[in-house]
Antibody, heavy 126, light 103 residues
Framework: QITLKESGPTLVKPTQTLTLTCTFS??????????VGWIRQPPGKALEWLAL???????RYSPSLKSRLTITKDTSKNQVVLTMTNMDPVDTATYYC??????????????????WGQGTLVTVSS | AIQMTQSPSSLSASVGDRVTITCRAS??????LGWYQQKPGKAPKLLIYAASSLQSGVPSRFSGSGSGTDFTLTISSLQPEDFATYYCLQDYNFGGGTKVEIK
């Protein structure tokens, strides 16, 4: 059974750097094809993908946030860490991490996030 | 970047109704599309992957179809526990969501 759980501060001040940790079990990030992603959701708004890291250390970032994001993994600890610099009140959101699947169909590669962690609400306020 | 346009943004329906939600991609994405259900205060739950494959444990009243640019999530007979917000996802691109409310 795959589980993921996010941890980190619930409150950060504007301009500070946010560091979130995703601790997972039930899979290894050294297994080919496996990834872990981060997604956020401002209160009452839609989901927004942030970053993704694969087993081979391939990293992907949202183009709109790329300059502020860093994603890393610690395979031995089963953890993925996301840092976001220069936090602003508009970054107030629930932050989720999720297991990334990749599969091959007759039409080509497909991918999806499943399961997700429970999420952690981060508030940016002075 | 590929844009995912989801419609409608909200709908009202009754228990037992057939409900259809659509997602349109700004360019062809083959069958690389998933559908998620999210209830208030909860993490999204995968319903459909690869456009039409039902995730294990998901009731068969949920189905997905489409390929290329146009995709559909159908709930054949809406149940009380289905009132939620639904999102499509292509690779890293989420649709804007569809809130399904009780009529």
């Amino acid at each position: 059974q795959i589980t993921l759980k996010e941890s980190g501060p619930t409150l950060v001040k504007p301009t500070q750097t946010l560091t979130l940790t995703c601790t997972f079990s039930g899979f290894s990030l050294s297994t080919s094809g496996v990834g872990v992603g981060w997604i956020r959701q401002p209160p009452g708004k839609a989901l927004e993908w942030l970053a993704l890291i694969y087993w081979d250390d391939d990293k992907r970032y949202s183009p709109s946030l790329k300059s502020r994001l860093t994603i890393t993994k610690d395979t031995s600890k089963n953890q993925v860490v996301l840092t976001m610099t220069n936090m602003d009140p508009v970054d107030t959101a629930t932050y989720y991490c999720a297991h990334r699947h990749r599969g091959l169909t007759i039409f080509g590669v497909v991918s999806w996030f499943d399961p997700w962690g429970q999420g952690t609400l981060v508030t940016v306020s002075s | 970047a590929i844009q995912m346009t989801q419609s409608p943004s909200s709908l009202s329906a009754s228990v037992g109704d057939r409900v259809t939600i659509t997602c349109r991609a700004s360019q062809g994405i083959r069958n690389d599309l998933g559908w998620y259900q999210q209830k208030p205060g909860k993490a999204p739950k995968l319903l459909i992957y690869a456009a039409s494959s039902l995730q294990s444990g998901v009731p068969s009243r949920f189905s997905g179809s489409g390929s290329g640019t146009d995709f559909t999530l159908t709930i054949s007979s809406l149940q009380p526990e289905d009132f939620a917000t639904y999102y499509c996802l292509q690779d890293y691109n989420f649709g804007g969501g569809t809130k399904v409310e009780i009529k």
